[in-house]
């Protein structure tokens, strides 16, 4: 199974402030037709997942633009130009290349 | 507006079995295919089994291959997860999720909550 590992596990950050998360996949996500399936979601407290991003850096309708997603082969981020505190929770990376399907640990964003 | 609805979860003895089950609206259901995704308590998520739209191909994770079937009737928009043998590791949130595309899901239901205990 392809293994996700995000980092870091636990990111507190000021309002306004910039958030970075990683996420390493154990092998290469790009699909034998040329697409690479990563996915990006935002679950927060008490709240059912939110897909912000999926193939690396589509960003989701609604989604605000101060996310964004970018990578390649098994090296992903997920950025927050500016944190606000409507982003408190935990983001998850996805990959969707490899069955199984494979989140990562989850990342969870708090206010400083 | 696209709506997910499950239901079916609850408490229940080790070993026994419940069928949870995911109400579609708001899409033409027979056009994608479901995901089922499951939250442990205070544990990030996992991804349990795909099925295709017309419920032929179906893939699982290895671990709980033979204890959980998943299932569609494409007549009642209706996604099912049939769980046998329950065991109290299995007690998390169940979410039904519509598969927009190859390797995604765009749509979440609320998730209903199985709780395996004697």
């Known amino acids: 199974d392809v293994v996700m590992t995000q980092s870091p596990l636990s990111l507190p950050v000021a309002l306004g402030q910039p958030a970075s998360i990683s996420c390493r996949s154990s092998q290469s996500l790009v699909h034998g037709g040329g697409d690479t399936y990563l996915n990006w979601f935002q679950q927060r407290p008490g709240q059912s997942p939110r897909r912000l991003i999926y193939?690396?850096?589509n960003r989701d309708s609604g989604v605000p633009d101060r996310f964004s997603g970018s990578g390649s082969g098994t090296d992903f981020t997920l950025k927050i130009s500016r944190v606000e505190a409507e982003d408190v929770g935990v983001y998850y990376c996805?990959?969707?290349?490899?069955?199984?399907?494979?989140f990562g640990q989850g990342t969870k964003v708090e206010i400083k | 507006e696209v709506q997910l609805v499950e239901s079916g979860g609850g408490l229940v003895q080790p070993g026994g079995s419940l069928r949870l089950s995911c109400a579609a609206s708001g899409f033409t259901f027979t056009s994608y295919w479901m995901t089922w995704v499951r939250q442990a308590p205070g544990k990030g998520l996992e991804w349990v089994a795909n099925i295709d739209s017309d419920g032929t191909e179906k893939y699982y994770v290895d671990s709980l291959k033979g204890q959980f079937t998943i299932s569609r009737d494409n007549a009642k928009n209706a996604l099912f997860l049939q769980i046998n043998s329950l065991r109290a590791e299995d007690t998390a949130v169940y979410y039904c999720?519509?598969?927009?595309?190859?390797?995604?899901?765009?749509?979440w239901g609320q998730g209903t909550l199985v709780t395996v205990s004697s």
């Open positions: 193939k690396v850096s």
């Open positions: 999720a519509r598969a927009a595309a190859p390797g995604t899901v765009d749509y």
């Open positions: 996805m990959q969707g290349t490899h069955l199984p399907w494979t």
